[in-house]
């Protein structure tokens, strides 16, 4: 929700690629997530832990990932309900050690890693325990945006879903 416009960004999205899953990010109250759910977001996402958002998506059986960073916050989260906790901002305070340190006594919680991660961290959070990574900036970057270059936010896309699914092959091996 800070980018302007974004739920008439949602919208558009949702109407051009029907099958593209959008989701709507700090989304900080139910009445703002009401209105990204009706421009056809069909997840939610918060910087943190918002207990009205929460309950809010989950009556409408919505997929819902709040963001936490202390182990309070993210047990608090993962005992409200949600199938996904987001750890953000993750790089600043440690990137994939922090995953890893948060797994040891939380291995029942399903960890997003979001903030800071990037084409050379990426397959490090996913082996260090994370279930998937949000990206940002180093997804879609200002500028091309800016250029409708939607080519070179597609290439992107495709290097982190490989980068992804290398990291979770070599964790399979092991």
Same mark, same amino acid.
């Given at each position: ?19 593209? =899953?959008? /989701? ?12 990204? +759910? ?5 997840? $939610?996402?918060?910087? #943190?832990?918002?207990?009205?958002? *929460? ?9 819902? =990932?709040? /963001?936490? $960073? ?33 797994? *040891? ?9 979001? /903030? #800071? *991660?990037?084409? $050379? ?7 260090? #325990?994370?279930?998937?990574?949000? =990206?940002?900036?180093? +997804? ?15 290439? $992107? ?18």
């Amino acid at each position: 929700m800070t980018v302007p416009g974004a739920v008439d960004v949602i919208a558009q999205l949702a109407r051009t690629y029907p099958g593209l =899953i959008v /989701g709507a990010g700090t989304v900080l109250d139910a009445d703002t997530a009401q209105r990204c +759910l009706d421009a056809g977001a069909r997840f $939610l996402t918060s910087p #943190g832990l918002v207990p009205e958002v *929460v309950e809010f998506a989950q009556k409408k059986d919505t997929v819902i =990932i709040p /963001g936490a $960073l202390t182990p309070s916050e993210v047990i608090a989260a993962w005992k409200s309900g949600v199938d996904f906790v987001k750890i953000f901002p993750c790089a600043p305070v440690g990137g994939d050690k922090y995953i890893r340190a948060l797994k *040891v006594p939380l291995p029942q919680v399903s960890f997003i890693a979001s /903030g #800071g *991660v990037n084409q $050379l961290t990426a397959a490090d959070f996913i082996r260090a #325990g994370a279930s998937a990574i949000g =990206i940002g900036a180093e +997804l879609m970057p200002r500028e091309a945006l800016q250029k409708r270059k939607a080519e070179w936010i597609h290439e $992107l896309a495709r290097r982190f879903i490989a980068i992804v699914r290398s990291a979770r092959a070599e964790i399979a091996t092991v």
